[in-house]
C-alpha cells in the first residue's frame, strides 16, 4: 500500500518538477561533452547555484498543497500519524530529484560513452554527492515552506536561495596564493573553483562534503517532517556532520582539487612515430595522428635537434607545472577536444600549426604571469618559429577564437616574420633552433630578440 | 457490489449511542456557536437543518474531531473525545465530508479515494475493494481513471462522498452533500443515504428540507447554538398545519413543500418564544 501511495505522489505531487530541476544541464552541459563525463559532473556542481534554488522552490511549493487544496480539515480528521503522510511527499520529492538528476547524467554520460568520449568513474562520485546537496535543498524547501506557509514563500525562498548561493562568490576574497581560501568553505558545494577535464575533488573532500550533506538532508526531513518539539532535534546531525566533516578539509581550499589519474592515463597509437594522448583526448587520437606526423616530420626537416614521438601536454593549473617534465625528443600537443562528441574541432593544418609553436614546445609556466606586453612578445616569437618551420606567410596563421584566442596582432607576427627572414638561412635555422632549447628548458630571456634580432 | 462483513462488524457494540453529547459547547473563534447541547444519536439518517450561523457545520466539525469542545461532553462511539489512541480509533470509524470540500486537483478520483483510504488506516488488503465499492456506489465509475480537476461540482461533491464512506464508517458525517447535485443525482444520493442507515449514524448538516423530508429518518433544527427541534421527518410536516407566514414574515403558499413550511412554522415559533 505504502508502494502504491508513494508512487500517486511521485506522479501527482511537486516531484515531478523535483525530477526536472537538474534538466538545464542538459543546455549547460551540451557544449563540453566532448571533455568526458567528468567535466560534465563538476559542471552539474557549479549549476547547483541555480538548482539549489529551483529545488528549494519546488519543496516550499508542495509544502503548501494541503492550504492550496484546502485538504487541511479533511486531513485533521484522519487517525493515520501526520508524520507518515510527510514522509511519503518527502521520500517522493527526494527520490524524483535524484532520479531526475541521475537520468540526466545517465543520458548525457551515456551520449559522453557512445562518441568515445571520456566516461570517468571520479565524476560519477561527484555528481553523487551533488545529488546529496540536492536532496537536501528540496527537503530544506519543505522544511519552510512548511514552519512559513505563505502564498509569497516559494518565489522568495527561490530569489533567497539564489542570492545564498552566489553570497559566497561575492563576499569572499578572491583565492590567492597571497590570501589562500581556508578549505572549511569547501562546505558550499560550489565553492570548489573549477574542476578542469583531468581534474577531481580528493576523496576526503567529497567524503567531508558527503558527510556535511548527509546532515543536511537529515536536518531537513527531520524539520520538514517531525512534530512541533521532536523539531529542536534537527540540530543534532548538523552539529555532528559538521563536527565530521571540517576535519577532513584541506586547510586551503585550493588543495580540493587533484589531477584525475584515470583522465591523464596515457592513451598510444600501436605504430611508430608513436602518438600519445590522455584517456580525455583519446577520441582525437585518430584525426591527431597524421597531423602530429607531419609536425614531427617537418621539424625533422628544419632543425637538428628533432622530437621523435608526440604527447599530449596536460598542465597541473594547481601545481603550476606541466604533468610530465620536458623532453626533448618528445613533442608536446595540447589537444583541443572542442568538439561536442569529443573529437577535434580543428582544422588539420592548424592543428599542424598549434604542435609547431614555439619550435614544437610547450609555453613556458612563467608566460602566464608575463604582463600583457611581454606575453605578446613571447607569444610573438613561438608563431614566427612555426611559420619558419612550416614555411607559410604571416596571413596563414590560424584566427579560429576559440582556439587561438591568444595569439598576438598579425602585424607584429608580419613584422618579426620579415625581420627572421632578412637573416641569413643558416641563422634563421640556428635561431628556431636556439628558441626551441629555451623553451625546452623555460630559461630566462626574451625569445622574441633572441629570434629576430635587436631592437623589435 | 456485495461486501462481505467481517465477525466485528456484526458484533454488538457496547456503547448506547454513536453520538452522545451532554451540555456540548463549541466555539467558532471567539463566537460560542454551539451552547449548551444534549444529543443521543444512533444508527440513522439524521438530518440537521438551520438557518445561517445556526451552528450546524460547528457542531459537525466538532462531531468530525475537527473543532474541541470548549465545555462539556462529547462522546463518540462509546469513547470520551480526548486526544492520543482513542482519538485515532475513533477516527478510523468516522466518514466526513466538509463544507468546504478540498480536494488535491492532480489526482485521478480513484487515487483520491485511495489515498484518504491509506490516511484512515484501512487494511492494505481491503484497500483496492473498498475504493472500487466507495466509487460505484457514488455513481463515479466511468470517472474513476479521471482527474479531480476534470469533474464538474456536483461530481466532485460526489468524490467526496466516496472518500467519506470508503472505510465504511460507523458515523458518516455531510456537510451539505447535495450542492451541485442535479435532481437525479440528488435522487440517487438519497437512496444511498437510505442504504447507509442500516448499520450507519449518518448526520447530514443542509438547508434543503426537501433531502432531509426525503431521506432521513430523523430532523434535527438547529438555532443559535440550540436544538430547537427533533422528530421525523413526518412530524416536520405536520407542523406546518395551515402557517401561512414564515419566520421571517413573508407570505408561505400552498407550492412551498410541507416539510419546508413545518422548518419555517417551527422556526417562527421558537423565535416568538425566545423572544417572550
Not at chain 1, 548561493?165 to 570548489?192: C, F, H, K, Q
Amino acid at each position: 500500500m505504502i508502494g502504491r501511495i508513494f508512487w500517486i505522489e511521485v506522479r501527482r505531487s511537486a516531484a515531478r518538477w523535483a525530477a526536472l530541476v537538474s534538466l538545464p544541464l542538459m543546455l549547460f552541459a551540451s557544449s563540453d561533452l566532448g571533455r568526458g563525463s567528468g567535466v560534465l559532473a563538476a559542471g552539474h556542481r557549479q549549476a547547483l547555484v541555480l538548482f539549489v534554488p529551483l529545488a528549494l522552490g519546488v519543496g516550499a511549493w508542495q509544502a503548501r498543497r494541503d492550504r492550496r487544496s484546502a485538504m487541511e480539515e479533511l486531513l485533521t480528521t484522519t487517525p493515520r500519524p501526520v508524520w507518515h503522510r510527510r514522509l511519503v511527499t518527502a521520500g517522493a520529492l527526494a527520490s524524483a530529484a535524484i532520479a531526475g538528476a541521475w537520468l540526466v547524467y545517465a543520458l548525457l554520460t551515456g551520449y559522453i560513452g557512445l562518441t568515445g568520449a571520456f566516461v570517468s568513474p571520479s565524476g560519477a562520485r561527484l555528481f553523487g554527492v551533488s545529488m546529496l546537496y540536492l536532496v537536501a535543498a528540496v527537503l530544506t524547501g519543505l522544511a519552510v515552506g512548511r514552519l512559513v506557509p505563505w502564498a509569497l514563500t516559494p518565489p522568495l525562498l527561490t530569489l533567497g536561495g539564489f542570492v545564498l548561493m552566489i553570497l559566497p562568490d561575492a563576499l569572499l576574497p578572491v583565492d590567492s596564493a597571497a590570501n589562500p581560501l581556508p578549505g572549511r568553505w569547501l562546505l558550499i558545494p560550489t565553492e570548489v573553483g573549477g574542476v578542469g577535464r583531468f581534474e577531481t575533488l580528493t576523496a576526503a573532500v567529497l567524503s567531508a562534503q558527503a558527510i556535511w550533506a548527509a546532515g543536511l538532508v537529515t536536518a531537513a526531513l527531520v524539520l520538514a517532517v517531525a512534530s512541533r518539539y521532536v523539531r529542536l532535534a534537527a540540530v543534532l546531525p548538523l552539529a555532528a556532520s559538521v563536527a565530521v566533516a571540517v576535519p577532513l578539509l584541506p586547510a586551503q581550499a585550493r588543495d580540493a582539487v587533484i589531477l584525475d589519474s584515470s583522465a591523464t592515463r596515457r592513451v598510444c597509437t600501436d605504430d611508430a612515430p608513436v602518438v600519445c594522448v590522455t584517456a580525455v583526448s583519446r577520441p582525437a587520437l585518430a584525426e591527431l595522428r597524421e597531423p602530429a606526423r607531419r609536425a614531427l616530420r617537418i621539424l625533422r626537416e628544419r632543425l637538428p635537434q628533432a622530437p621523435a614521438s608526440v604527447s599530449e601536454a596536460v598542465f597541473d593549473a594547481r601545481a603550476g607545472r606541466y604533468l610530465t617534465p620536458d623532453q626533448d625528443n618528445v613533442l608536446y600537443a595540447e589537444v583541443p577536444t572542442l568538439a561536442r562528441n569529443g573529437r577535434v574541432a580543428v582544422p588539420e593544418d592548424d592543428l599542424v600549426f598549434g604542435l609547431l609553436v614555439g619550435a614544437g614546445t610547450r609555453p613556458c609556466p612563467f608566460a602566464s604571469a608575463l604582463p600583457a606586453h611581454e606575453r605578446a612578445r613571447y607569444d610573438t616569437a613561438r608563431v614566427v618559429a612555426a611559420l619558419w618551420l612550416l614555411g607559410e606567410t604571416p596571413q596563414s596563421v590560424p584566427r579560429d577564437p576559440t582556439w587561438w584566442w591568444w595569439l598576438p596582432s598579425e602585424a607584429a607576427v608580419a613584422a618579426a616574420h620579415a625581420r627572421l627572414l632578412a637573416l641569413p638561412v643558416d641563422d634563421q635555422m640556428s635561431r628556431v633552433a636556439e628558441l626551441r632549447e629555451a623553451e625546452l628548458v623555460c630559461g630566462p630571456g626574451d625569445r622574441l630578440e633572441a629570434l629576430v634580432g635587436d631592437g623589435v | 457490489m456485495v461486501r462481505r462483513l467481517e465477525a466485528d462488524e456484526i458484533a454488538p457494540t457496547g456503547y448506547a449511542w454513536s453520538v452522545q453529547a451532554e451540555r456540548l459547547q463549541v466555539r467558532a473563534g471567539r463566537r460560542l456557536a454551539v451552547a449548551g447541547l444534549d444529543l443521543a444519536l444512533g444508527n440513522g439518517v439524521h438530518g440537521l437543518l438551520g438557518p445561517n450561523g445556526a451552528g450546524k457545520t460547528t457542531l459537525v466539525r466538532a462531531l468530525a474531531t475537527v473543532l474541541r469542545p470548549a465545555s462539556g461532553s462529547l462522546r463518540l462511539l462509546g469513547e470520551d473525545v480526548v486526544g492520543g489512541s482513542v482519538l485515532r480509533r475513533i477516527r478510523r470509524q468516522i466518514g466526513y465530508l466538509p463544507q468546504e470540500f478540498g480536494y488535491y486537483r492532480r489526482f485521478t478520483v480513484r487515487e483520491f479515494v485511495e489515498y484518504i483510504a491509506w490516511l484512515k488506516q484501512m487494511p492494505p488488503a481491503d484497500v483496492p475493494g473498498a475504493v472500487q465499492r466507495a466509487i460505484d456506489r457514488v455513481g463515479l465509475t466511468d470517472r474513476a481513471e479521471d482527474r479531480m480537476k476534470t469533474l464538474s461540482g456536483g461530481m466532485v461533491r460526489r468524490a467526496g462522498i466516496a472518500q467519506a464512506i470508503v472505510n465504511d464508517p460507523l458515523i458518516l458525517l455531510l456537510d451539505e452533500p447535495t450542492v451541485g447535485l442535479d435532481p437525479d443525482q440528488r435522487l440517487q444520493f438519497r437512496a444511498l443515504l437510505r442504504d447507509l442507515a442500516a448499520d450507519t449514524c449518518v448526520i447530514v448538516a443542509t438547508h434543503l428540507v426537501e433531502d432531509v423530508a426525503a431521506a432521513c429518518t430523523d430532523v434535527m433544527l438547529m438555532d443559535e447554538g440550540r436544538l430547537v427541534f427533533r422528530g421525523r421527518p413526518a412530524d416536520l410536516a405536520a407542523a406546518a398545519g395551515d402557517a401561512t407566514h414564515d419566520g421571517a414574515g413573508d407570505s408561505l403558499t400552498a407550492r412551498d413543500s410541507l416539510a419546508e413550511r413545518g422548518y419555517s412554522e417551527i422556526m417562527r415559533r421558537h423565535r416568538e418564544g425566545a423572544a417572550r
